[in-house]
């Protein structure tokens, strides 16, 4: 097996993979493989495979736990991300499907698929634009709007729970590193 951070087997492990005792206080498993890294090639600067493991590792469990508590309303978190995005957008909560991809950060072709969904589920209306029969128009219905509304204090609750381990000053210095490595990225959204 490669054991490196982004592996899918040891990115996936879990507090259970190793007891307490088996770590040092404020440890946490990428210490664990880093160490391990280190022992075995010494010669090799693996601190990038920390920050990229951990970031790795936060995400699917952030993910993890916005999931259940969608899950928990009949909702998955991607259709919760288009209602959020039509609400919040312009004042008939309506955008074109183009605008829509862009602000949700998806392919023309998966929203397409959501939408499609969404609109079986009454909870956003598609139309043809009266001004230019190419473009597409995606507007939340009433029920959908009352969708989003109704959740969006719950999720934002949710992920203050999930966001309990860092204070306030914590969470502003590690938004403002994520901003810098986003930027980095080339991640300038135009949302």
Known sequence: MNDTLTDTTLTT???????????????????????????V????????????????????????????????????????????????STPDHRLCMSDLATAAMVSSAALTNRVDRLVVKGLVHREVSPSNRRMVLITLTGEGRAVADALLAGHVANEERLLAGLTGEDREQLSGLLRKLLTSLGDVGSC
Request: charged letters at 30%; proline letters at 4%.
């Open 13 to 39: 492990h879990t507090a259970a993979d190793h007891t307490t005792a088996d770590r040092a206080p404020g440890e946490d498993a990428v210490d664990r493989i880093l160490g391990q890294w280190a022992r």
């Open 41 to 88: 090639r010494p010669d090799v600067d693996c601190s990038a495979m920390g920050v990229a493991g951990r970031i790795s590792r936060a995400s699917r469990l952030l993910e993890k736990g916005i999931k259940e508590y969608f899950t928990g309303h009949d909702l998955e978190p991607w259709e919760f991300d288009v209602l959020a995005t039509l609400l919040r």
